[in-house]
Protein backbone atom coordinates (compact mmCIF):
# COMPACT_ATOMS: atom_id res chain seq x y z
CA UNK A 1 0.00 0.00 0.00
CA UNK A 2 1.34 3.28 -1.09
CA UNK A 3 -0.30 6.75 1.17
CA UNK A 4 0.22 10.04 -1.29
CA UNK A 5 -0.18 13.52 0.53
CA UNK A 6 -0.21 16.41 -1.63
CA UNK A 7 0.91 19.90 -0.61
CA UNK A 8 1.72 23.12 -1.68
CA UNK A 9 -1.21 24.58 -3.75
CA UNK A 10 -2.35 27.94 -3.04
CA UNK A 11 -3.85 30.92 -4.63
CA UNK A 12 -1.53 32.80 -7.24
CA UNK A 13 -1.64 35.39 -9.71
CA UNK A 14 -1.19 35.14 -13.39
CA UNK A 15 2.41 34.38 -14.37
CA UNK A 16 3.37 33.81 -11.19
CA UNK A 17 4.81 30.18 -10.26
CA UNK A 18 4.13 27.46 -7.40
CA UNK A 19 5.55 24.30 -6.98
CA UNK A 20 2.98 21.64 -5.05
CA UNK A 21 5.06 18.26 -3.80
CA UNK A 22 3.37 14.53 -2.93
CA UNK A 23 4.78 12.79 0.13
CA UNK A 24 4.93 9.24 -0.53
CA UNK A 25 4.83 6.84 1.89
CA UNK A 26 4.42 2.89 2.55
CA UNK A 27 5.71 1.05 -0.30
CA UNK A 28 9.21 1.73 -1.46
CA UNK A 29 8.58 5.04 -3.28
CA UNK A 30 11.36 5.38 -6.14
CA UNK A 31 9.57 1.21 -7.37
CA UNK A 32 6.70 3.66 -8.51
CA UNK A 33 6.09 5.50 -12.30
CA UNK A 34 4.70 8.57 -11.08
CA UNK A 35 2.46 11.67 -12.04
CA UNK A 36 0.80 14.58 -11.53
CA UNK A 37 -3.57 15.13 -12.69
CA UNK A 38 -5.60 17.81 -12.50
CA UNK A 39 -9.24 18.61 -12.51
CA UNK A 40 -10.53 21.63 -13.07
CA UNK A 41 -13.96 23.26 -12.02
CA UNK A 42 -16.53 21.09 -14.05
CA UNK A 43 -14.63 18.93 -15.87
CA UNK A 44 -12.78 15.50 -15.58
CA UNK A 45 -9.96 14.77 -14.55
CA UNK A 46 -6.61 15.14 -16.84
CA UNK A 47 -3.42 14.07 -17.17
CA UNK A 48 -0.90 17.05 -16.30
CA UNK A 49 3.22 15.16 -16.36
CA UNK A 50 4.34 11.76 -14.95
CA UNK A 51 7.99 10.60 -15.01
CA UNK A 52 9.31 7.09 -15.33
CA UNK A 53 10.73 5.18 -12.22
CA UNK A 54 13.28 3.21 -14.45
CA UNK A 55 14.57 5.93 -16.71
CA UNK A 56 13.61 9.17 -15.32
CA UNK A 57 12.08 9.91 -18.59
CA UNK A 58 9.47 12.67 -18.03
CA UNK A 59 5.87 12.98 -20.23
CA UNK A 60 3.66 16.47 -20.36
CA UNK A 61 0.17 17.27 -21.62
CA UNK A 62 0.49 19.59 -24.39
CA UNK A 63 -1.23 22.25 -22.44
CA UNK A 64 1.65 22.52 -19.67
CA UNK A 65 4.56 21.63 -22.13
CA UNK A 66 7.65 24.23 -21.69
CA UNK A 67 5.99 25.39 -18.10
CA UNK A 68 5.47 22.49 -16.04
CA UNK A 69 8.33 20.50 -14.67
CA UNK A 70 7.89 17.04 -12.85
CA UNK A 71 10.74 15.81 -10.70
CA UNK A 72 10.89 13.36 -7.98
CA UNK A 73 13.40 12.73 -4.80
CA UNK A 74 13.72 9.50 -4.05
CA UNK A 75 15.63 9.63 -0.72
CA UNK A 76 12.75 12.26 0.35
CA UNK A 77 9.93 9.97 -0.92
CA UNK A 78 8.75 13.37 -2.99
CA UNK A 79 7.54 13.96 -6.05
CA UNK A 80 7.38 17.98 -7.33
CA UNK A 81 5.88 19.88 -9.73
CA UNK A 82 7.42 22.77 -10.37
CA UNK A 83 4.63 25.21 -12.10
CA UNK A 84 5.74 28.27 -13.56
CA UNK A 85 3.65 31.04 -16.65
CA UNK A 86 0.57 30.29 -14.62
CA UNK A 87 -2.72 30.83 -16.74
CA UNK A 88 -5.54 30.75 -15.19
CA UNK A 89 -6.84 28.10 -17.24
CA UNK A 90 -4.38 26.19 -14.85
CA UNK A 91 -6.75 26.43 -11.80
CA UNK A 92 -7.56 22.72 -10.64
CA UNK A 93 -7.50 20.28 -7.93
CA UNK A 94 -4.03 18.65 -8.56
CA UNK A 95 -3.66 15.39 -7.37
CA UNK A 96 -0.41 12.86 -7.15
CA UNK A 97 -0.86 9.71 -8.52
CA UNK A 98 1.68 6.15 -8.59
CA UNK A 99 1.27 3.28 -10.35
CA UNK A 100 3.46 -0.01 -11.14
CA UNK A 101 6.32 0.37 -13.50
CA UNK A 102 4.32 -1.39 -16.35
CA UNK A 103 2.02 1.60 -15.45
CA UNK A 104 1.78 3.93 -18.51
CA UNK A 105 0.33 7.29 -16.72
CA UNK A 106 0.81 9.19 -19.44
CA UNK A 107 -0.73 6.92 -21.74
CA UNK A 108 -4.03 6.72 -20.46
CA UNK A 109 -3.43 3.78 -17.62
CA UNK A 110 -4.88 4.21 -14.48
CA UNK A 111 -3.04 4.81 -11.41
CA UNK A 112 -2.94 1.96 -8.20
CA UNK A 113 -3.09 5.09 -6.16
CA UNK A 114 -4.07 8.76 -5.50
CA UNK A 115 -3.64 11.85 -3.03
CA UNK A 116 -6.28 13.63 -1.70
CA UNK A 117 -5.72 16.47 -3.95
CA UNK A 118 -4.89 20.34 -3.58
CA UNK A 119 -6.12 23.37 -4.90
CA UNK A 120 -4.64 25.57 -7.12
CA UNK A 121 -6.20 29.09 -8.10
CA UNK A 122 -5.11 31.31 -10.65
CA UNK A 123 -6.51 34.73 -10.69
CA UNK A 124 -6.15 36.88 -13.79
Known amino acids: QVQLVESGGGLVQAGDSLRPSCAASGRAFSIFNMGWFRQPPGKAREFVAA????????YYADSVKDRFTISRNNAKNTLYLEMSSLKPEDAAVYYC?????????????????WGQGTQVTVSS
Open 51 to 58: IKWISGST
Open 97 to 113: AAGSINKRLWAGDEASY
